[in-house]
């Protein structure tokens, strides 16, 4: 049972907790108002808010303002809206993927460069090694061999999509068993097979050996040998950072 679905809980919700708000972007306001009570824990998972018509008393607009409010907190995924007698806005517990989306989303957008990206790339995921070597079990390793396999079945076929790069590297961090590191490196799976993508236009043997040196990374990774890997993943990434603008 989940706290949003277990006895109901209500913070401390005194008349301190919320303050009025100025009208005309008093929907904002009162978003900002919740996130930072979410941030600073004064309002924790779990917690069910006041009712619409007493949060509008308290921050002195109409419920459709509060409504409107609670519903872009909701698409931010910090609160769930659950209708019913037992019903109401929920704190959420933050998700890796919906941190991850957004993270994403911002890099996306951001007009990151592919040297820029494959750069934070060698920075992450050549100090992630000595933890892979030390935490990766046997499932992950067999994951990480199921990818390679992908890749040679692939290029078989004649064509390595680069998207099995990107999978596999993502679930390299995985591996790591830390899940900040999980997360970050996930969030920038988007614009890390974007950049794959650009580079393999013109470099298109860039799968071929990516692929093999993908299966020796492993291997390292299975005998616990952190110098091995990290020799072959500074060839990997290396290779990819001398064909970037």
Do not use: W
């Amino acid at each position: 049972m989940t706290a949003s679905e277990g006895p109901m809980t209500t913070p401390h919700t005194g008349d301190a907790l919320f303050t009025r708000v100025i009208p005309g972007r008093a929907s904002e306001m009162i978003v900002d108002q919740i996130r930072l009570l979410i941030r600073e824990g004064q309002l924790r998972p779990g917690d069910r808010l006041p009712a619409e018509r007493e949060l509008g008393e308290r921050f002195g607009v109409s419920r459709v303002t509060v409504r409107e409010a609670l519903r872009g907190l909701e698409a931010n995924g910090m609160l769930r809206i659950k209708v019913g007698a037992r019903g109401g806005a929920f704190v959420t517990a933050p998700t890796s993927k919906r941190v991850g989306e957004g993270i994403e989303d911002l890099l996306t957008l951001s007009g990151l460069t592919d040297r820029e990206v494959t750069e934070s790339r060698q920075v992450l995921e050549l100090g992630i090694i000595p933890l892979v070597c030390e935490r990766a079990t046997d499932q992950d390793i067999d994951e990480l061999m199921e990818i390679c396999d992908r890749g040679d079945a692939a290029l078989e076929q004649g064509f390595y999509p680069m998207e099995l790069s990107a999978e596999f590297h993502t679930r390299v961090a995985r591996a790591s068993h830390n899940g900040a590191i999980a997360m970050l490196t996930e969030s920038f799976h988007g614009v890390t097979l974007r950049s794959m993508l650009n580079i393999q236009e013109t470099h298109p043997e860039m799968g071929i050996r990516g692929n093999r040196e993908h299966r020796q990374f492993v291997t390292a990774i299975k005998k616990r040998d952190v110098d091995k890997a990290t020799a072959v993943m500074r060839t990997h990434i290396g290779r990819t950072a001398k064909h970037v603008s």
